[in-house]
């Protein structure tokens, strides 16, 4: 059975540990919204040192806050008696301190052999997964965490070590979000204790005499981040002792330049960025007047918007992308999460593959357009109405309006055919349908989609591009046709 008691200590530093730890506590806390505060924090409690002294903070604090605490504890059953005697210590301390809690046993190893994922990626993952689950059932506001300023340091090497960009050298922020790996649920995390070292969750655990659990896998070199601990740390202290202090100073060097970046990224998102049906589309040539680190950053919150993360998009995928908006060639690159990036000589589009797949279509037969009516057609849809003459005139690429009375043929669309040609508005003679194509860029890979809108077998619109010269409306005109065209699929 736990005894807490705040007993007095020999220890010098009580009062100063007590304060760092409370005023940090409060500090992460008070970045919560006002309108969330009410809502319950899921506390991760493993039972070692760092989420004990978590806990018993936020337990202290509970009324001056106006906190409500659940604890959650996940036994992965890796450990056999040890993990058991961790989740007994958990409820015995929840029950100490008058504290709900949820616990639950998982299976790390049939999760890690049927996902192909190594131990420590399938802890993990069933480890948030039940915490956001707490998190749902108890309709909380997130996740709060024991990280501390070791765990950063470890976080940032192990970036080092896999390879990483400006982001990686962040480490752990006191607000992020997780999303589920089987689901589109985001939960937010936070990590009060980021600015506390080891040392002091130890020493405020034994201030109300206690002694967490220990976990001995922790001593395991067969974990990545064991490994760095034991093995790579020291020898780094070896060449400077205040190894951990400057990779700190350079991660928040690091943030300081990633917020600069983000915002101007943001704000040349909206420079960039035009009207699509589907998903994110980008002018490549306002793209490609970016600093490739903006366009970096372009790619990477694109894929942010329509994944929810970056976790998956490698450098490689960036740089291919790059590459190919340069030079402005017709490819499509295949990102992880089921997304792609369709690139032309006009455009980027990130769509979903599913999207592409049933949306990227031509337009290989002829149909006639009901007027008035809706008729439908790969990727497109199309309302007509008549009404007498107004002076309300759509004035859209995607609008036309004829004069009623002198139209007693049906009006067709259709795909390019080889041969087309039509008089453009503003020009006094024929030209080739293919060379008016090259001349307005319309990328190669998408001529086939284009809608070409007939009467009497004559082009009088390439939907999207250029009305045939001799449509205007004069004074004589009655009755109006307007036809308008809305894109449905991937254009």
Request: glycine residues 6%.
């Given at each position: ?28 806390l ?14 991760a ?14 337990n ?5 806050l106006?906190l409500?605490?659940?604890?959650a504890?996940?036994?992965h ?38 996902n192909?994922?190594s ?20 309709k ?14 470890e976080?940032?090497l ?14 752990m ?12 649920t ?13 040392d ?22 067969h ?40 915002t ?10 035009i ?12 793209f490609?007047?970016q ?18 993360n ?7 995928h ?5 590459d190919?908006?340069?030079n ?8 992880p ?18 999207c592409?797949?049933e ?45 009623a ?20 508005t ?13 001349d ?6 998408k001529?086939d ?6 009467l ?7 939907v999207?591009y ?8 004069d ?17």
């Amino acid at each position: 059975m736990i005894r807490i008691t705040n007993k007095p200590t020999p220890c010098k530093c009580k009062g100063m540990i007590e304060h760092n730890i409370k005023k940090n506590v409060k500090r992460t806390l008070g970045e919560i919204p006002v309108h969330d505060r009410i809502k319950p924090l899921i506390v991760a409690l493993s039972g070692g040192p760092d989420s004990v002294a978590l806990l018993l903070a936020l337990n202290d604090l509970k009324d001056e806050l106006d906190l409500k605490l659940h604890i959650a504890h996940m036994n992965h059953g890796l450990r056999g008696m040890e993990s058991d005697d961790d989740e007994r210590f958990v409820i015995d301390l929840a029950n100490q301190l008058g504290l709900p809690y949820t616990t639950r046993l998982g299976n790390v190893k049939d999760y890690a052999k049927t996902n192909k994922t190594s131990i420590e990626e399938a802890a993990r993952n069933i480890r948030y997964e039940f915490l956001s689950s707490v998190v749902k059932e108890k309709k909380g506001f997130g996740i709060v965490l024991g990280h501390t300023k070791n765990d950063q340091v470890e976080t940032i090497l192990m970036h080092l070590i896999r390879g990483t960009g400006l982001n990686g050298l962040l480490g752990m922020s006191a607000f992020s979000k997780w999303q589920s790996v089987d689901t589109d649920t985001c939960t937010v995390l936070v990590r009060p204790l980021l600015n506390i070292d080891k040392d002091s969750t130890e020493k405020y655990c034994s201030f109300y005499n206690l002694q967490p659990r220990i976990d001995t896998s922790n001593s395991s070199i067969h974990f990545t981040r064991n490994k760095i601990r034991a093995d790579l740390i020291p020898i780094i202290k070896s060449y400077n002792q205040s190894f951990g202090k400057a990779l700190l100073r350079m991660s928040s060097a690091a943030r300081h330049y990633q917020e600069y970046i983000e915002t101007i990224t943001l704000e040349t998102m909206n420079h960039v960025k035009i009207s699509a049906p589907h998903g994110i589309t980008f002018s490549r040539y306002a793209f490609c007047e970016q600093h490739r680190v903006i366009q970096t950053n372009l790619v990477l919150l694109a894929y942010k918007k329509m994944v929810g993360n970056t976790k998956k998009i490698k450098s490689a995928h960036i740089d291919t992308i790059l590459d190919l908006a340069s030079n402005g060639k017709s490819k499509i690159v295949h990102l992880p999460n089921n997304l792609v990036v369709c690139i032309d000589n006009q455009e980027i589009q990130f769509v979903s593959r599913n999207c592409l797949a049933e949306t990227k279509t031509q337009i290989l037969t002829r149909h006639i357009i009901k007027v008035p009516g809706k008729t439908t057609i790969p990727g497109w849809e199309i309302v007509s109405w008549i009404e007498k003459t107004s002076t309300t005139r759509l004035s859209s690429e995607y609008h036309i309006t004829l004069d009623a009375d002198q139209i007693d043929e049906p009006i067709f669309v259709r795909g390019r055919l080889p041969g087309d040609k039509f008089v453009p508005t503003g020009m006094k003679n024929t030209k080739k349908l293919q060379d008016f194509m090259v001349d307005a860029k319309i990328p190669n890979s998408k001529r086939d989609s284009v809608p070409i809108v007939t009467l009497n077998d004559e082009i009088i619109w390439v939907v999207g591009y250029r009305k045939a010269d001799g449509l205007a409306l004069d004074t004589n005109t009655m009755k109006v046709i307007t036809i308008a065209f809305t894109a449905t699929g991937l254009y």
